[in-house]
C-alpha cells in the first residue's frame, strides 16, 4: 500500500544520532529535529560562519583554540536543527556543550544523524 505523499514535509522528524563512546559500546540518542530545506541550511551555515569569523577579528583567540570544536558554533546549530532529545537531560546549550566536551564525534554523528534523515540516505538489507 502506497503511503500518503504531501508536498509540505512534517515540520519534525527523529532520527537516532549514534555516539561513540571511548571503552563502551556506542551510545544512542533520540533526537526530534526541525525540518529545514537545503537552502535554509546553508543560508545558515553560511550566516553563522560569518558572525564567528566578525567575532574571532574583534578579539584575538590562542592558536589552540582555533584547532578544536568551536562549542558554542556547534551548540547553537544543534539547537537551530533540533528541538529535544532522548536524555533525561535537559535540552539546552549548556547540556549540549557538555556532551560535545565528553564526546569528540557527537557533533558529527549529531549532524551526520539529520543529513541522512533529511535527505532519506537510508541503508537497506
Do not use: C
Request: hydrophobic share 40%; glycine share 4%.
Amino acid at each position: 500500500m502506497a503511503t500518503e505523499f504531501t508536498l509540505i514535509p512534517n515540520p519534525t522528524f527523529t532520527a537516532i544520532a549514534t555516539i561513540p563512546r571511548a571503552g563502551l559500546d556506542d551510545g544512542e540518542i533520540k533526537f526530534t529535529f526541525k525540518h529545514h530545506t537545503p537552502v535554509e541550511i546553508k543560508d545558515k551555515l553560511r550566516d553563522m560562519k560569518a558572525e564567528e569569523a566578525k567575532a574571532k577579528k574583534n578579539k584575538k583567540e590562542e592558536e589552540d583554540e582555533e584547532k578544536t570544536l568551536n562549542y558554542d558554533f556547534a551548540s547553537e546549530y544543534i539547537l537551530w536543527i533540533a528541538e529535544g532529545w532522548s536524555l533525561p537531560d535537559a535540552f539546552t546549550k549548556a547540556n549540549i556543550i557538555t556532551m560535545l566536551q565528553n564526546y569528540p564525534r557527537a557533533y558529527v554523528s549529531i549532524t551526520g544523524a539529520y543529513n541522512d534523515e533529511l535527505i532519506a540516505f537510508r541503508v537497506k538489507n
